[in-house]
């Protein structure tokens, strides 16, 4: 009976001991002086990558700095196809360049609402900011050009060149490589400014997992062109998503 009785207590007592070690340990307990990780990201105007380096000052705050490189398109460009040519390739009509923002930056994470000790989601306030690089790319196009030949016909030659708006969409055969423009790079130099907050939900201290929601905001003073009819605009203001993961260490 005593046999018996003891057999099922041992499950419990290593089932209770286990869950000890994974969330109420001593480990788990201490406050990890540096983090380490990286993030994708997916916004209303792309996608990009970025990583981090963090100190925790303490309990509550972390300063970390940045660098993200995400790709940025506008509202305005839709993809279409000259239906007049057989094998013709897709293309943005109107589009001057593909833009590409390049960020380096300094910003704080602050400590909303912490996680028990047997899990759940931690929530943090996060606001950053710092220098903005657009690299713009020129977007060269296919168009055929038609010429009378001397014998009475016409000749059809495809040139190279970007868009002009003088040229008719039913002359254009579709996107150029793109490797054509790359050198013809130019770089805007601006700033960001980025506020949002971070989920974590994972449930090891050292292995940092969370989900990232909030807004963005780049200036560029001398402006940015992407499409032909909205040149040099200034300001982009997007929404974004980031998954992130990497690890706190201590570095003393």
Known sequence: MIFAVILSIVPIMSSYAQISEDFDSIENMIIYSHERFGHAIAHNLGVG???RLGKNINAYNTRFFSGELVTIRSPKQIKTINPYYSNSRRYVYGKVNDVVIARAGFGYRKLLNGKPYWGGVEVRWIYEAGASVAVEKPYYLFVVKIEQGSGGGYLYNIETEQ???????????GRAPYTKGLNEI?????LFFRSGFSFEFGTIKTRLKAVE?????????????IMSENANQPMFLTLYLAYSFGKRINKY
Do not use: R
């Open 186 to 190: 130019n770089v805007v130099p601006g």
């Open 213 to 225: 929601a909030g807004a963005m905001l780049d200036f560029f003073p001398s402006g940015v062109t």
């Open 163 to 173: 868009f002009d708006p003088n040229t008719s969409w039913d002359d254009i055969y």
């Open 49 to 51: 990558i970025g990583y």
